[in-house]
């Protein structure tokens, strides 16, 4: 049954005096237990604004100045490629990285050596055959089953930031099994290598491949109940990245935009601040790849 998550609004993310104690505090309820953040916006926050304007300036530049219905007008070829140059464009954007990693930084504890991934654009087309959205996740198990991203190798002690780029509906987002977050789940990531994953299929093109290469929940999930959520433009959750999700296959009318960042403070696994990861056998690890960001030193001045 698909029900609403809960969510715990971050209020003080406005103002940039929170402790640092509050921080700490949020990152350890977000690892150890599961504990899933919003970050409200009122829409004039400097951070917030460059994200979008800078998100949505590449996905102009690249699907023309309506994306979210370039799926009408482009072939499959041509809308396979757009989103592929879109994709290329977000995460090579280092001023987009930069604001998105202020944003974090307000909610989590900031320390230099945190990590963090490149910007990564998701589009969902739309699917209209109700038969063929049931079944998504059998045919798209890349795009649309459910899975631990630690089951790709990111680190245990990882949170992601999922920033909503326009208003979404909660039919439109991606649903978290809360429950299941400290039970072992049956899944495909003993064959997934990190290594061999990268050269092989890569993120970007998860909405193409039914591959193999894509660990997902390979148990029965039709008895659990599914939590999803809405959010408005600009807004974004924060939530550990050993959380069991899945994308929801969609039928509105536009396609959905968004935006996520993946961060890790490498020493948070060394003292045993991190996920259960109870059921994750993938190999290597992920963090190979992050790269750390400025660390903010502002106090107050970023709305
Ligand atoms: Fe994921």
């Not at 809960?6 to 237990?33: F, G, H, P, V, W």
């Not at 649903?175 to 970007?204: C, D, H, I, M």
């Not at 190979?288 to 030193?297: A, E, I, L």
Request: charged share 25%.
């Amino acid at each position: 049954m698909l029900k609403e998550l809960y969510l715990e609004a971050i209020e003080s993310i406005k103002s940039s005096a929170e402790s640092d104690q509050n921080k700490i505090e949020r990152r350890r309820k977000i690892l150890t237990e599961g504990k899933i953040f919003k970050i409200e916006t009122s829409g004039g926050e400097k951070a917030f604004l460059a994200i979008q304007d800078l998100a949505w300036g590449h996905i102009k530049a690249t699907f023309g100045e309506s994306p979210r219905t370039a799926h009408k007008s482009l072939a499959e070829k041509e809308l396979k490629e757009a989103i592929a140059e879109a994709k290329d464009r977000l995460a090579a954007d280092a001023t987009l990285r930069q604001a998105l990693i202020e944003t974090y930084f307000k909610a989590i504890y900031s320390s230099p050596e945190t990590l963090f991934e490149v910007p990564r654009l998701r589009v969902v087309k739309p699917i209209f055959d109700s038969q063929a959205r049931a079944k998504a996740g059998q045919d798209f198990p890349a795009a649309f089953a459910a899975h631990r991203d630690t089951w790709y190798a990111n680190p245990t002690s990882q949170i992601n930031l999922w920033v909503a780029l326009h208003d979404v509906k909660a039919t439109e987002t991606f649903v978290f099994y809360p429950q299941l977050f400290k039970q072992v789940v049956q899944n495909g990531s003993a064959r997934f290598e990190y290594e061999k994953f990268k050269t092989q299929a890569g993120f970007g093109n998860s909405q193409w491949y039914s591959a193999d290469l894509y660990p997902y929940a390979s148990q029965d999930l039709s008895s659990q109940d599914e939590h999803s959520f809405a959010l408005k433009q600009g807004e974004a959750i924060l939530f550990a990245a050993d959380h069991l999700h899945r994308t929801l296959a969609h039928d509105s009318e536009e396609m959905r935009f968004s935006l996520d960042l993946r961060g890790c403070l490498p020493t948070d696994s060394e003292t045993g601040l991190c996920a259960p990861g109870i059921d994750n056998q993938s190999k290597g690890n992920a963090i190979c790849d992050y790269r750390p960001g400025k660390v903010s030193t502002g106090q107050g001045n970023e709305s």
